[in-house]
């Protein structure tokens, strides 16, 4: 049963929710031009993306583009016995911020949305590029969150955990394979689903400040759909050796510190209130750590 501190599960719904948690191991992926996003049939629509990004950029100047992985659903494995540890292959293909925020972030997003129970389905005309979070739970059992500062593009003053995405140009993703190359496409999909494990320290690592050596090897619990922009986000749970009070002084170095004002460390029994001012991705992604076996 959820916990009084429970975040409010009106903002999110969660596409995956990995109870035990899986290892680099037990997670794959499908890098393949059938995720990529489908244009919309309105042409007018179409065009609002690049409407609503040029808009973006003039309000921000610190806005550019990139590539991301978008992601397109999820199969399991099926288990040969007993013995076999489950496992989940993440469907992904291509997008970028700029159709993120023409689409996903448009004011008239839900435009973009199909009619069907199948979530790939309805967001088949949408960039939904999948982010990434990271619960991350001190020596002294805390857990880190970060207030973001004003001039980020999404919730500037909410609460949220470290994250951000992984990124296709870390591994020199700028396309898709041509198809006289997709025999090369195994390891491809090997490097992506390393990217996913290594992107995840890497925002930790960079928005707070500890060393990569004081982080535990992160297990994927899951993942959460904002339904406000249907976002979806990646978590993985984290664990470091450090005292919060140690994580604190460190954090004032942190080399992406400028896209937060703040770092708080708190129970779980004292979260509840955050949880009011932060977005149903990140909402969605406290679930999933408290649903953790």
Known sequence: ???????????????????????????????????????????????????????????????YNGLKFRHAGYSLKQLDGPSQAPSVCLHLGLTDYRTFVGTNLNPLWMNFLVTSEDDNVRCQHTSNPLGNGAIVETADKKILLLQRSANVGEFPGYFVFPGGHSEPREIGILSHLPENARSDLEDLNGKVCKEMFDGIIREVVEEIGVLPTSLSVPIFIGISQRLENVRPTAFFFLRCDMQSNEIHDVYCHAQDGFESTQLYSVSKE??????????????GGLRLYELME
């Open 1 to 63: 049963m959820p916990s009084p501190s429970s975040p409010d599960s009106s903002t999110y719904s969660l596409l995956l929710s990995c109870l035990s948690g899986l290892s680099r191991s037990q997670v794959s992926v499908d890098l393949n031009p059938l995720y990529d996003r489908v244009q919309h049939p309105n042409v007018k629509l179409e065009e609002s993306i690049e409407e609503i990004w040029d808009k973006r950029k003039q309000d921000n100047s610190s806005l």
């Open 270 to 283: 004292e979260i509840g209130p955050f949880t009011r001012r932060m977005p149903g991705c990140h909402q």
